[in-house]
């Protein structure tokens, strides 16, 4: 768990997993998370200022990459595009290769 307290930023808040909850030990905030659904739902906002409304992620969570994916997802994104548009227009092999090269030298780039 990689998220910081949105109300007093604490990185390391703490994770009930019995009861799907997350809380800050700091400042007392603390969400229910559905497993099913993803959704969030605050039980305590902690802090001074309650109903701050929406829960933006904190920075931590986003992560250098492109396209807003994880460079390996876009790899493994780009081969299987690759591979389909080669099959369904059944272009050279060659093609093909440069392509995988290519995502590959992006892919060293950005991970
Ligand atoms: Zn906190």
Redesign the pocket.
């Known amino acids: 768990m990689d998220i910081a307290?949105p109300?007093?930023?604490?990185p390391n808040?703490d994770v009930d997993e019995a009861n799907s909850v997350v809380y800050?030990k700091?400042?007392?905030?603390a969400v229910k998370v559905d497993p099913a659904t993803g959704n969030v739902t605050p039980i305590s906002q902690?802090?001074p200022q309650p109903g701050s409304g929406n829960l933006a992620p904190p920075p931590a969570y986003k992560q250098p990459g492109i396209f807003g994916m994880d460079p390996l997802t876009f790899f493994m994104l780009g081969l299987s595009l690759l591979l389909l548009i080669t099959f369904l227009y059944n272009l050279d092999l060659t093609i093909l290769g440069v392509g995988v090269v290519l995502l590959g030298l992006i892919y060293w780039k950005i991970r």
Do not use: H, T
Request: positive net charge; hydrophobic residues 15%; proline residues 0%.
């Open positions: 307290c109300q007093c930023g604490n808040l800050c700091k400042c007392g905030f902690g802090g």
